[in-house]
Protein backbone atom coordinates (compact mmCIF):
# COMPACT_ATOMS: atom_id res chain seq x y z
CA UNK A 1 0.00 0.00 0.00
CA UNK A 2 1.51 3.31 -0.89
CA UNK A 3 2.07 5.86 1.65
CA UNK A 4 0.11 8.47 1.88
CA UNK A 5 1.54 12.26 1.35
CA UNK A 6 2.22 14.03 4.75
CA UNK A 7 0.76 17.12 5.20
CA UNK A 8 1.69 19.67 8.11
CA UNK A 9 -0.97 19.83 10.10
CA UNK A 10 0.24 22.42 12.43
CA UNK A 11 0.37 25.33 9.89
CA UNK A 12 -2.70 24.19 8.26
CA UNK A 13 -4.58 24.14 11.55
CA UNK A 14 -2.84 27.88 12.17
CA UNK A 15 -4.13 29.05 8.89
CA UNK A 16 -7.32 28.39 9.29
CA UNK A 17 -7.78 29.28 12.67
CA UNK A 18 -6.26 32.57 12.33
CA UNK A 19 -6.27 34.29 8.51
CA UNK A 20 -3.68 35.33 6.83
CA UNK A 21 -3.42 39.25 7.85
CA UNK A 22 -4.86 39.10 11.13
CA UNK A 23 -1.95 39.72 13.10
CA UNK A 24 -1.20 42.80 10.51
CA UNK A 25 -4.80 44.12 11.41
CA UNK A 26 -4.91 44.14 15.32
CA UNK A 27 -1.63 45.31 15.30
CA UNK A 28 -2.70 48.20 13.33
CA UNK A 29 -5.91 48.21 15.50
CA UNK A 30 -3.50 48.21 18.67
CA UNK A 31 -1.51 50.89 17.27
CA UNK A 32 -4.14 53.05 15.88
CA UNK A 33 -5.73 52.80 19.42
CA UNK A 34 -2.47 53.96 21.39
CA UNK A 35 -1.63 56.89 18.57
CA UNK A 36 -4.93 57.99 19.69
CA UNK A 37 -4.28 57.84 23.54
CA UNK A 38 -0.86 59.39 23.06
CA UNK A 39 -2.42 62.38 21.14
CA UNK A 40 -4.81 63.02 24.34
CA UNK A 41 -1.89 62.40 26.35
CA UNK A 42 0.07 65.11 24.55
CA UNK A 43 -2.62 67.42 24.80
CA UNK A 44 -2.58 67.28 28.61
CA UNK A 45 0.99 67.20 28.75
CA UNK A 46 0.68 70.61 26.74
CA UNK A 47 -2.07 72.10 29.17
CA UNK A 48 0.15 71.16 32.00
CA UNK A 49 2.74 72.96 31.61
CA UNK A 50 1.19 75.96 29.58
CA UNK A 51 -0.90 76.44 32.69
CA UNK A 52 2.43 76.07 35.04
CA UNK A 53 3.91 79.07 32.98
CA UNK A 54 0.96 80.67 33.46
CA UNK A 55 1.67 80.48 36.76
CA UNK A 56 5.42 80.84 36.94
CA UNK A 57 4.78 84.12 35.32
CA UNK A 58 1.70 85.17 37.66
CA UNK A 59 3.93 84.48 40.89
CA UNK A 60 6.88 86.57 38.90
CA UNK A 61 4.54 89.18 38.87
CA UNK A 62 3.04 89.23 42.31
CA UNK A 63 6.99 88.94 43.44
CA UNK A 64 7.46 91.99 41.80
CA UNK A 65 4.63 94.30 43.43
CA UNK A 66 5.40 92.67 46.99
CA UNK A 67 8.45 94.35 46.09
CA UNK A 68 7.37 97.27 44.90
CA UNK A 69 5.35 97.32 48.27
CA UNK A 70 8.32 96.82 50.42
CA UNK A 71 10.25 99.84 48.44
CA UNK A 72 7.10 101.64 49.61
CA UNK A 73 7.40 100.64 52.98
CA UNK A 74 10.70 101.88 53.44
CA UNK A 75 10.40 105.13 51.63
CA UNK A 76 7.61 105.87 54.43
CA UNK A 77 10.05 104.51 57.30
CA UNK A 78 12.57 106.94 55.80
CA UNK A 79 9.73 109.93 55.40
CA UNK A 80 8.91 109.16 59.04
CA UNK A 81 12.54 108.92 60.41
CA UNK A 82 13.11 112.81 58.46
CA UNK A 83 10.42 113.71 61.06
CA UNK A 84 11.64 112.25 63.70
CA UNK A 85 14.85 114.06 63.28
CA UNK A 86 13.23 117.03 62.62
CA UNK A 87 11.23 116.82 65.94
CA UNK A 88 14.75 115.72 67.96
CA UNK A 89 15.82 118.78 66.07
CA UNK A 90 13.08 121.14 67.98
CA UNK A 91 13.82 119.52 71.20
CA UNK A 92 17.67 119.75 70.91
CA UNK A 93 16.84 123.82 69.98
CA UNK A 94 14.76 123.58 73.44
CA UNK A 95 11.54 124.21 71.97
CA UNK A 96 8.35 122.66 71.60
CA UNK A 97 7.95 120.93 67.83
CA UNK A 98 4.76 121.45 65.91
CA UNK A 99 2.48 119.01 66.11
CA UNK A 100 2.01 118.38 62.72
CA UNK A 101 5.77 116.34 63.06
CA UNK A 102 3.84 114.52 65.80
CA UNK A 103 0.91 113.56 63.44
CA UNK A 104 3.15 113.00 60.00
CA UNK A 105 5.56 110.52 62.33
CA UNK A 106 2.35 108.54 63.40
CA UNK A 107 0.99 108.67 60.05
CA UNK A 108 4.04 107.24 58.42
CA UNK A 109 3.58 104.46 61.21
CA UNK A 110 -0.20 103.02 60.46
CA UNK A 111 0.55 103.58 56.55
CA UNK A 112 3.45 101.53 57.34
CA UNK A 113 1.75 99.05 58.87
CA UNK A 114 -0.86 99.10 55.56
CA UNK A 115 1.91 98.70 53.17
CA UNK A 116 3.63 95.53 55.27
CA UNK A 117 -0.11 94.06 55.40
CA UNK A 118 -0.20 94.44 51.84
CA UNK A 119 3.15 93.37 50.93
CA UNK A 120 3.38 89.97 52.62
CA UNK A 121 -0.64 89.12 51.49
CA UNK A 122 1.39 89.68 47.91
CA UNK A 123 4.01 87.37 48.97
CA UNK A 124 1.18 84.30 50.04
CA UNK A 125 -0.34 84.73 46.81
CA UNK A 126 3.23 84.62 45.06
CA UNK A 127 4.06 81.55 47.40
CA UNK A 128 0.51 80.21 46.28
CA UNK A 129 0.82 80.92 42.62
CA UNK A 130 4.06 78.89 42.94
CA UNK A 131 3.36 76.16 44.28
CA UNK A 132 0.96 75.37 42.07
CA UNK A 133 3.36 75.70 39.12
CA UNK A 134 4.99 73.28 40.59
CA UNK A 135 2.57 70.63 40.88
CA UNK A 136 1.38 71.51 37.80
CA UNK A 137 5.25 71.13 36.18
CA UNK A 138 4.97 67.35 38.03
CA UNK A 139 2.10 66.23 36.33
CA UNK A 140 3.32 67.50 33.21
CA UNK A 141 6.67 65.33 33.70
CA UNK A 142 3.98 61.97 34.42
CA UNK A 143 2.18 63.15 31.36
CA UNK A 144 5.38 63.57 29.05
CA UNK A 145 6.74 60.35 30.22
CA UNK A 146 3.33 58.14 29.56
CA UNK A 147 3.38 60.13 25.92
CA UNK A 148 7.02 58.44 25.88
CA UNK A 149 6.19 55.38 26.90
CA UNK A 150 3.28 55.04 24.19
CA UNK A 151 5.15 56.19 21.46
CA UNK A 152 7.93 53.94 21.91
CA UNK A 153 5.06 51.06 21.95
CA UNK A 154 4.12 52.63 18.41
CA UNK A 155 7.43 52.09 17.24
CA UNK A 156 7.16 48.34 18.51
CA UNK A 157 3.88 47.97 16.58
CA UNK A 158 5.46 49.22 13.62
CA UNK A 159 8.24 46.55 13.57
CA UNK A 160 6.15 43.53 14.75
CA UNK A 161 4.19 44.91 11.70
CA UNK A 162 7.25 45.04 9.68
CA UNK A 163 8.56 41.53 10.83
CA UNK A 164 5.24 39.94 11.58
CA UNK A 165 6.52 38.72 15.02
CA UNK A 166 4.21 37.93 17.34
CA UNK A 167 6.60 38.68 20.56
CA UNK A 168 7.30 42.32 19.64
CA UNK A 169 3.50 43.15 18.95
CA UNK A 170 2.98 41.71 23.07
CA UNK A 171 5.89 43.85 24.09
CA UNK A 172 4.57 46.96 22.33
CA UNK A 173 1.11 46.01 23.88
CA UNK A 174 2.86 46.10 26.94
CA UNK A 175 4.96 48.82 26.75
CA UNK A 176 1.57 50.95 25.52
CA UNK A 177 0.00 49.21 28.34
CA UNK A 178 2.32 50.75 31.11
CA UNK A 179 2.29 54.77 28.83
CA UNK A 180 -1.99 54.25 29.15
CA UNK A 181 -1.87 53.19 32.84
CA UNK A 182 0.88 56.19 34.17
CA UNK A 183 -1.53 58.08 31.98
CA UNK A 184 -4.37 57.04 33.92
CA UNK A 185 -2.70 57.55 37.44
CA UNK A 186 -1.86 60.91 36.50
CA UNK A 187 -5.21 62.53 35.00
CA UNK A 188 -6.62 60.67 38.36
CA UNK A 189 -4.26 62.33 41.09
Given amino acids: ?22 LLRNIALTTAVL ?5 IAALRAGGTVNEALVMKTEAARLQSEA ?8 AKGIKANV ?10 AGKTPPPELTKAIERYGTEQKEIERAAR ?4 ERDEKSTEADRLLE ?3 RFADSVALIQVAIALG ?3 ALTRQHLVWIASGLLGSAGAGLFALTLLR
Fill in 139 to 141: QHR
Fill in 158 to 160: AVA
Fill in 67 to 74: SDQWAYYQ
Fill in 1 to 22: MPEEPEFETDRLQESIERPPGA
Fill in 35 to 39: AALGA
Fill in 121 to 124: EKER
Fill in 83 to 92: EEASRAAWIA
